[in-house]
């Protein structure tokens, strides 16, 4: 008796992905505006080094304090509802810094910024988790993570033109145009898969991992507290090591191309062109290694656990690339050793992002993200102040990397500790011991 054929598997969870890769490229282009416009502030607004450091930082100071809210909006009300709201906001942001007349309204913008972006990544955690199943997640992951690293790259070189041609408010007001664009399409595309009437029942059974007779609607386990999350060695683990991939990661989306300009002498538009190496490379690395390689390895029968952990330990390993960097003397030698940090970071982050639905119940994952996010944020604040005091002071950006290594080993002893193995040990997980 001849063996019957499964039916294909249609691919509308891709188009999920692609909707939150683009969300997250549009996002990015918001964030790394204000790096591109340093020397444009220094001229409107007569910014000092340390100035700019904080407000570089004010995005995350809002961005920090909504995480843990978000989460539980998150698990309350969906993905589609807070990702509308948040998606309008930062919309606003971009056009209210285009308009600011002074710099007090810059920061107010850049809050205002930090609010409406604050449920991104916890939001695109989630949706991940709800539309793919565990051996697809590293891949979708890294495609909507690889727009930070994307937007980055493509971002400072089209920005920065814009603000040569345009002027620096230009280059604001063209961030907003694109942002309530994304904001019409989202509106437009994003459903839960339960509300999606083009999804199959056959790609619905796939994400669930079940045959199709056996998908149900079986109630979910109980949601924790935040309390209770916090209290597990798991959420610690991956919150204290993502907010070491974090701090890098912030310490070069707001300095380096002023590291390039003024520590290496690299006129202006040559600045912005060179950034755009290490982030290209970081693209390759987010969806080459940390999205395509581990869900490969996966599905080919390697451990789950120990693929997702050799990458997110040996990921931000590399990272300690940067000491390199600390010490380089052309912009060959600064962009090699910067492209190896974040490029081994970039590896690492679509593992990180994937953890929360794979250690958590799906009443949790909001809160999970929202709690690894916070951490992530609390570096993004504390990354560009300590650089701008640290560069100020010793007129050296050695100091400011070496803090970024120390950060570093703590993360990947955070991995290895606490973390542990990554997969999900139910809502009765034991807390720290007293």
């Not at 996002?27 to 001229?43: C, E, G, M, Q």
């Not at 060179?274 to 390895?297: M, N, R």
């Not at 994937?354 to 504390?382: H, Y």
């Not at 560009?384 to 950006?397: K, M």
Request: hydrophobic share 55%.
């Amino acid at each position: 008796m001849a063996e019957l054929e499964l039916p294909p598997v249609p691919r509308r969870r891709w188009r999920i992905a692609a909707l939150l890769g683009i969300g997250v490229l549009i996002n990015y282009f918001d964030r790394v505006n204000l790096s591109v416009s340093h020397a444009a502030l220094i001229t409107a607004f007569g910014v000092s080094n340390i100035t700019f450091g904080y407000l570089s930082g004010a995005y995350n100071w809002t961005y920090a304090m909504c995480q843990l809210p978000i989460g539980v909006l998150l698990d309350k009300f969906g993905v589609k509802r807070v990702g509308r709201v948040g998606i309008f906001l930062w919309s606003v942001a971009s056009f209210a810094a285009a308009g600011t007349p002074n710099l007090g309204g810059l920061f107010a913008a850049r809050f205002l910024l930090g609010v409406g972006e604050a449920p991104t990544f916890p939001a695109n955690a989630k949706a991940v988790g709800l539309w793919f199943p565990p051996q697809e997640r590293s891949l979708a992951t890294s495609l909507f993570d690889a727009g930070a690293k994307f937007g980055s790259a493509i971002g400072v070189p089209i920005i920065g033109v814009a603000l040569l041609v345009a002027g620096w408010r230009w280059s604001f007001a063209l961030t907003g145009v694109l942002s309530l664009a994304y904001f019409l399409y989202f509106w437009r595309v994003y459903k839960d898969p339960q509300d999606d009437p083009e999804l199959s029942a056959t790609e619905l059974a796939f994400i669930h991992r079940a045959p199709l007779s056996s998908v149900s609607a079986a109630p979910p386990a109980a949601p924790s507290t935040l309390g209770q999350l916090l209290l597990r060695r798991k959420v610690l683990g991956l919150a204290i090591g993502m907010g070491a991939y974090n701090y890098v990661f912030y310490l070069l989306l707001t300095w380096l191309p002023s590291y390039l300009s003024f520590a290496l002498h690299i006129d202006l538009l040559h600045s912005f062109l060179y950034t755009s190496v290490p982030w290209l490379f970081a693209t390759i690395t987010a969806v080459g290694i940390g999205g395509w390689l581990v869900d490969f390895l996966v599905k080919r029968g390697f451990s789950a656990t120990r693929v997702r952990k050799v990458v997110l330990v040996g990921g931000t390993a590399f990272g300690l690339g940067i000491l390199g960097a600390a010490h380089a003397h052309s912009a060959t030698q600064a962009l090699l050793w910067i492209s190896i940090s974040i490029g081994g970071l970039a590896a690492a982050s679509p593992v990180g992002w994937s953890v929360p639905a794979l250690i958590a119940g799906r009443n949790d994952v909001g809160k999970v993200g929202g709690i690894m996010n916070f951490s992530n944020q609390i570096s993004g604040v504390a990354a560009p102040i300590v650089t701008g005091y640290l560069v100020t002071a010793f007129h050296s950006y050695a100091w400011a990397f070496g803090v970024a290594a120390v950060y570093l080993v703590v993360g990947i002893a955070a991995y290895i500790v606490l973390l542990g193995k990554i997969e999900m040990e139910g809502s009765r997980q034991a807390p720290l011991a007293p």
